[in-house]
């Protein structure tokens, strides 16, 4: 099985899941008639993989005990004809969901908890594959914060790139503290604690600490639209 070259920071093992299953999606997609014809019941065991040079291959699977990596679901080809075309695809897609996450997971294994948490939220804001394969739309949660709602005494920005700070009111103030504690800081993954300064990324819908992406509220006052630093990274890597 291909391995890239050792990734250990979370942004390193990001692209390299990112690469992986930009291969899987495409086996599942716009290659799925060469997947589909690859998958013959009549061979032995085989595998789906997805490569960190966004390729895929349909093949038997590692020889080597235990193998470098976590294996992908073992025998994927003897089902096929057993199932409706599209069930069976989505069958495959969610065992690629599984694997992609080990492999991820296990390169991972050194990250310290806030490391796993942001890697769980870069891996979180992409679609499934299984999403992508049944054309199912994944549903984003944000903290919402509407400007006659109470707030958690931080600055949001609006759809129009106002940034607007509402003040903290006593009533039902316990259960909306509830609610956005479950927030995690999209750079640190550390939980939202009273009073501090938070800014929203008006392309991902992530949260950050101001002081994790270096962002003050008199800073956000000049901004339009914020892009977070790993989006502006995204689209700095376009061609």
């Given at each position: 099985m291909e391995?890239?070259?050792?990734?250990?920071?979370?942004?390193?093992?990001?692209?390299?899941?990112?690469?992986?299953?930009?291969?899987?999606?495409?086996?599942?997609?716009?290659?799925?008639?060469?997947?589909?014809?690859?998958?013959?019941?009549?061979?032995?065991?085989?595998?789906?993989?997805?490569?960190?040079?966004?390729?895929?291959?349909?093949?038997?699977?590692?020889?080597?005990?235990?193998?470098?990596?976590?294996?992908?679901?073992?025998?994927?080809?003897?089902?096929?004809?057993?199932?409706?075309?599209?069930?069976w695809l989505s069958l495959v897609a969610v065992h690629s969901d599984s694997w992609l996450l080990s492999v991820a997971f296990y390169l991972g294994a050194r990250l310290n908890r806030n490391e796993r948490k942001r890697l769980f939220s870069l891996i979180n804001d992409l679609p499934t594959v299984f999403e992508v394969v049944t054309d199912r739309k994944p549903i984003k949660e944000k903290p919402t914060v509407d400007s006659g709602s109470k707030s958690r005494g931080s600055t949001k920005r609006s759809n129009d790139g106002q940034v607007k700070s509402n003040p903290r009111t006593d009533e039902g103030y316990e259960e909306e503290e509830d609610e956005h504690s479950e927030t995690l800081c999209g750079s640190c993954?550390?939980?939202?604690?009273?009073?501090?300064?938070?800014?929203?990324c008006d392309i991902c819908e992530r949260w950050f600490h101001g002081k994790c992406v270096k962002i003050t509220p008199a800073k956000a006052d000049s901004i339009k639209q914020y892009k977070c630093p790993t989006c502006s990274l995204k689209k700095g890597s376009r061609p």
């Open positions: 391995m890239s070259s050792s990734p250990r920071t979370v942004e390193e093992i990001f692209k390299d899941y990112n690469a992986r299953r930009i291969g899987v999606v495409r086996a599942l997609t716009h290659d799925v008639d060469e997947f589909y014809g690859l998958c013959d019941p009549d061979k032995e065991n085989l595998c789906l993989y997805g490569h960190p040079n966004e390729t895929w291959e349909v093949t038997l699977p590692a020889e080597e005990v235990p193998p470098e990596l976590p294996e992908p679901a073992l025998g994927i080809n003897f089902a096929r004809d057993g199932m409706n075309r599209r069930d993954g550390g939980n939202y604690v009273g009073d501090e300064f938070w800014i929203g």
